[in-house]
């Protein structure tokens, strides 16, 4: 599965984001997808996953009550809609994908395919 991440930009605080994660090569309606982010300097942590039907989610609690994940089956989409942003926000954005048949998952090592990251900068 090959993942491309698009939706990034520069916002202010406050400011909201739509960010989506498109799969080509092959469907992964079957696959749970996780977004990630990486600030200059940091590893690179979870934000929210969803499962292969999108009936269960989990959220970092950084992002809790402030990013939605959600997905399109129909069209091979993951979405992340980012609301109330804060400065701390500023990282790249990683959609990834994991091989069928797992539970959803919050550690990187988790997941298999990863997309090309997508930049979001919060300005103040």
């Known amino acids: 599965v090959q993942l491309q991440a698009c939706g990034g930009g520069l916002v202010q605080a406050g400011g909201s984001l739509r960010l989506s994660c498109a799969a080509s090569g092959r469907t992964f309606s079957f696959n749970n997808v996780g977004w990630f982010r990486q600030a200059p300097g940091k590893e690179r942590e979870f934000v929210a996953t969803?499962?292969?039907?999108?009936?269960?989610?989990y959220y970092a609690d950084s992002v809790k009550g402030r990013f939605t994940i959600s997905r399109d089956n129909a069209e091979n989409t993951v979405n992340l809609q980012l609301n109330s942003l804060k400065v701390e926000d500023t990282a790249v954005y990683y959609c990834a994908a994991d091989l069928p048949g797992r539970t959803i998952a919050s550690k990187t090592s988790e997941y298999d395919f990863w997309g090309q990251g997508t930049q979001v900068t919060v300005s103040s």
């Open positions: 969803i499962n292969w039907s999108g009936a269960s989610t």
